[in-house]
């Protein structure tokens, strides 16, 4: 038997002051006094970022359009879908039609959206916004910004799955889309997927 959620607890943290500690390109850091339900005190450190969309692209053909591209603060090229940030003010889609471009020279023909997840919520409250794209069959130039470094990876699904069973990918973002596309398109073509209670 599965245990219920008591979604009627109150879980709300009440902010006490905020002082802002860091004021970066790509983010903010604030530092926050708290105080919890039961008048407990307490400190929170939040990451402020404007959210970014996620798009994991597919050709006519079937294969799906990642990048590659080396992460500083984990010094290692990672596999990913393509992401990048919201502009100020810039709709999701906007940016999802936007980035593709950009970062990988296929244009999106058709745009789905698929959810929002919050990938690190204990100290951040970036929103991902996550999308899946028809793409045209063949890329145009890339327009990378000045400090991007990244090249486009052309994929099989069966490629995909087998590089997650290889832990050869381990983005949390493009785990996130492509397990979630996988089940969309499990229930989309009736296909039941087996759990254990």
């Not at 943290?13 to 530092?31: C, H, M, P």
């Not at 698929?114 to 991902?128: A, F, K, N, W």
């Not at 590089?163 to 229930?187: F, N, T």
């Amino acid at each position: 038997m599965r245990e219920r959620y008591h979604a009627d607890m109150n879980l709300t943290e009440k902010t006490l002051g905020v002082q802002r500690v860091f004021e970066g390109r790509a983010l903010v850091i604030d530092v926050m006094d708290i105080e919890l339900p039961d008048g407990r005190r307490s400190v929170r450190e939040i990451v402020r970022h404007r959210g970014a969309a996620v798009i994991l692209g597919q050709r006519p053909d079937g294969c799906y359009v990642l990048i590659r591209q080396y992460r500083k603060a984990v010094e290692q090229a990672l596999l990913e879908v393509v992401a990048g940030c919201l502009e100020e003010g810039e709709n999701p889609d906007s940016a999802a039609r936007r980035e593709m471009e950009e970062e990988s020279g296929y244009e999106v023909v058709a745009l789905k959206k698929i959810g929002v997840i919050v990938p690190c919520p204990g100290y951040s409250e970036e929103r991902l916004h996550l999308y899946y794209a028809r793409l045209s069959q063949e890329p145009r130039t890339q327009r990378l910004d000045s400090d991007e470094n990244l090249e486009p990876v052309v994929m099989t699904a069966e490629a995909l799955d087998a590089a997650l069973d290889a832990g050869e990918l381990i983005d949390g973002k493009s785990i996130a889309i492509w397990l979630m596309w996988r089940r969309m398109c499990a229930a989309e073509c009736g296909v039941r997927e087996v759990r254990t209670e």
